[in-house]
């Protein structure tokens, strides 16, 4: 079955490779209008979870929402798929890294750092573009797919930038193998944290909100800058990224501080923008009464 998944990958990632970008956003809208209007792929939880954030908004206006979002979701899924075959100066050229040079002091200095990103926007071709845009290397925290063939198959086409991908088991080990030099971690994460022994609960758009606490536990472990990444849409299929200062001496940040203003940027961006979030993604699941005995 591994080998069937695999073959079944190469297959439609050299299908896409034939696709223009012209014609890529015209198969999102189909299937866009497919998964809300036709199968309802979670349209409930959409639906429910932006009544939850913006009860101020008519029916027709979550509605409109709705479909939207759906829209930024199957335009990432295809940009995504598109860009494993896609050659790297092009996705550069819809990708613009606007102000390096806010991390690249800290570089100079022999310093690494901490990109906090959220799932908001395109984040995918990050992985591909941001090391081009600094002098010291970049580490993305992976989280490995189960089959390996796929995961390699992938990951070898995600990282032509440039970009070390690190294996989340192994976060620790590898940062403590490169304290000699100056990097960058990136660190996606918003919601629904795997590890529920350690979580950060956040006021995040009215809602309590169980958040994800990597970012806050390693910037305070070894005293690493952190740096809000925001990704902005520009028009469909180009891209802008700001970086943002969090904190630069995280050690002496209060507890789950860091954690709070990452999602209050997060907040910010998704007011300004609410369909460019993945809506379909069931985001409050935890409750805190739920883990009273954990």
């Not at 349209?43 to 939850?52: C, S, T």
């Not at 849409?233 to 990224?241: D, F, I, P």
Request: overall charge positive; charged content about 25%.
């Amino acid at each position: 079955m591994q080998w069937i998944s695999y073959f079944f990958a190469r297959a439609i990632v050299a299908g896409f490779w034939l696709i223009p970008f012209s014609v890529l956003y015209k198969i999102s809208n189909g299937l866009a209008f497919l998964l809300y209007k036709v199968i309802g792929y979670r349209a409930g939880v959409v639906e429910e979870n932006l009544r939850r954030c913006f009860p101020e908004k008519s029916a027709a206006e979550i509605k409109n929402l709705a479909y939207k979002s759906y829209l930024n979701l199957s335009d990432i899924t295809l940009e995504t798929i598109k860009s494993l075959s896609t050659p790297v100066p092009e996705i550069v050229r819809r990708y613009k890294v606007c102000n390096p040079e806010i991390l690249e002091k800290y570089f100079d200095e022999g310093r690494t750092v901490i990109i906090c990103g959220t799932h908001y926007n395109n984040w995918e071709w990050g992985v591909l573009t941001i090391n081009l845009a600094f002098r010291a290397q970049t580490f993305g925290i992976n989280s490995p797919l189960t089959n390996k063939l796929v995961d390699n198959f992938i990951n070898k086409k995600r990282v032509r930038g440039g970009m070390e991908l690190v294996p989340k088991p192994t976060t620790f080990e590898h940062i403590e193998a490169n304290l000699h030099r100056p990097g960058a971690y990136l660190i996606l994460g918003d919601q629904s944290p795997s590890n529920r022994k350690r979580i950060h609960w956040v006021n995040f758009l009215g809602v309590e909100t169980a958040c994800a606490s990597g970012a806050d536990f390693i910037s305070k472990k070894y005293n690493f800058p952190v740096f809000y990444l925001e990704i902005q849409r520009v028009k469909r299929g180009y891209y802008e990224l700001h970086f943002s200062e969090l904190f630069m001496e995280p050690r002496q940040a209060g507890e789950g501080e860091v954690t709070q203003k990452l999602m209050e940027n997060l907040e910010k961006a998704v007011r300004r923008q609410p369909e460019n979030w993945l809506w379909s993604h069931r985001r409050w699941k935890i409750k805190r009464e739920d883990l009273v005995s954990v």
